[in-house]
C-alpha cells in the first residue's frame, strides 16, 4: 500500500517523491510596491504569453507559497502547459481568514490578470481554508474584468 502511494504521489511530484530536477522550468519571484509577494512557474519565453494560467492560492499552510507540495503541484502544471502565479498570502500561514486576506486575495486575482494580460484562459485553484477569501474577493467588483479575461 505505501509503494503505491508512493507511485501515486511520484506521477504527480517526482521531483518531491524521487527528488528529479525539471532544469526547463522556471520560477520568478516578485515583491510589488503595494506589497504583493508572489512566484510565477513558467516555461515560457518573456516574450511568448502563454496560451493559459492558473493561480495556485495555498490555505492554512505555514510556508505559504513555497509549500513544498504546492510548489510540486505548480511544477506539475507547468509539464502540461500551464504558467503557474502562486501569491502568499501571510494571514493564511498564520490560521487568519478576514477581511484582510479577502481584499490581498483580490489583490492577486487582479496583479495576475494584468501580468497575463494576453493569455484568455485564466483559472484559480484554491485549498481548504483559502476557497473562502477566494469565493469572496471573485464576488467584489469589475476590476478583475481586465486584459480581455475573467
Known amino acids: 500500500m505505501i509503494k503505491a502511494l508512493l507511485l501515486s504521489l511520484g506521477m504527480l511530484f517526482p521531483e518531491v517523491v524521487f527528488n528529479i530536477q525539471f532544469a526547463d522550468i522556471k520560477k520568478l519571484s516578485f515583491n510589488t510596491p503595494q506589497g504583493l509577494t508572489y512566484d510565477i512557474y513558467t516555461n515560457q519565453s518573456p516574450k ?4 493559459k494560467v492558473i493561480m495556485l492560492l495555498h490555505g492554512l499552510a505555514k510556508d505559504g507559497k513555497d509549500d513544498v507540495l504546492l510548489v510540486g503541484l505548480a511544477k506539475a502544471f507547468v509539464r502540461v502547459g500551464y504558467s503557474v502565479f502562486v501569491p502568499d498570502i501571510d494571514g493564511l500561514k498564520h490560521s487568519q481568514v478576514c477581511l484582510d486576506e479577502v481584499n490581498e486575495v483580490r489583490m ?4 495576475m490578470c494584468k501580468i497575463f494580460k494576453d493569455t484568455k484562459t485564466k483559472g484559480v485553484m484554491s485549498f481548504c481554508y483559502s476557497n473562502s477569501p477566494l469565493i469572496a474577493a471573485l464576488s467584489t467588483g469589475r476590476e478583475l474584468e481586465v486584459g480581455g479575461g475573467k
Open 108 to 111: 492577486h486575482l487582479v496583479e
Open 48 to 51: 511568448t504569453p502563454p496560451k
